[in-house]
Antibody, heavy 116, light 108 residues
Framework: EVQLEESGGGLIQPGGSLRLSCAAS????????MSWVRQAPGKGLEWASV???????FYADSVKGRFTIFRDSSKNTLHLQMDSLRLEDTAVYYC??????????WGQGTLVTVSS | DIQLTQSPSTLSASVGDRVTITCRAS??????LAWYQQKPGKAPKLLIS???TLKSGVPSRFSGSGSGTEFTLTISSLQPDDFATYYC??????????FGPGTKVEIK
């Protein structure tokens, strides 16, 4: 059974930085297509960033240049480094595993609140 | 970028009703469409992939159909546990697959 557990969310001021972590079990992060999907309060789902098994990364235009997705193979953990945070980055961030284009595994989510 | 629209945005229905949600894509995505169910405060759950393949363990009252640009999610007999928000997602255009805006199914 795949389990994904996010951590690192919290309250941060605009312009600040935060690093999210996703500890995985039942799946090898470095061999998988992993992504971060976010959901602003009361809004829909948005893909923020993905990382392929081969290490290639992609970002939504809304976060490009500010967010970095990376993984720690030794700890089987996925990360999302978020810099230059904006009010509109406020959201629940879900760590997910993508298989054949669909998300079959989701973490419980971690809330990031950007506010002064 | 492929855009997805869903209709209706909100649907009021009663237990036992047959419910249909439509998802339309801005271009042909073949059968590369998935459906998710999300309840308040919870992560979404995959219901259907490749337009009509029911995930193991999902009740058979859920079904999906369509191809190309128009897709439907049908709940044959709405149950109390089905009141939730439903999202479609295209898996045709990678790497950042897009979601539809969601359809909230409410109690009438």
């Amino acid at each position: 059974e795949v389990q994904l557990e996010e951590s690192g969310g919290g309250l941060i001021q605009p312009g600040g930085s935060l690093r999210l972590s996703c500890a995985a079990s039942g799946v090898t992060v470095s061999n998988s297509y992993m992504s971060w999907v976010r959901q602003a309060p009361g809004k829909g789902l948005e893909w923020a960033s993905v990382i392929y098994a081969g290490g290639e990364t992609f970002y939504a235009d809304s976060v490009k240049g500010r967010f970095t997705i990376f993984r720690d193979s030794s700890k089987n953990t996925l990360h999302l480094q978020m810099d230059s945070l904006r009010l509109e980055d406020t959201a629940v961030y879900y760590c997910t595993r993508v298989f054949q284009g669909v998300i079959d595994d989701w973490g419980q989510g971690t809330l990031v609140t950007v506010s002064s | 970028d492929i855009q997805l629209t869903q209709s209706p945005s909100t649907l009021s229905a009663s237990v036992g009703d047959r419910v249909t949600i439509t998802c339309r894509a801005s271009q042909d995505i073949n059968i590369w469409l998935a459906w998710y169910q999300q309840k308040p405060g919870k992560a979404p759950k995959l219901l259907i992939s490749q337009a009509s393949t029911l995930k193991s363990g999902v009740p058979s009252r859920f079904s999906g159909s369509g191809s190309g640009t128009e897709f439907t999610l049908t709940i044959s007999s709405l149950q109390p546990d089905d009141f939730a928000t439903y999202y479609c997602q295209q898996s045709y255009s990678y790497p950042l697959y897009s979601f539809g805006p969601g359809t909230k199914v409410e109690i009438k």
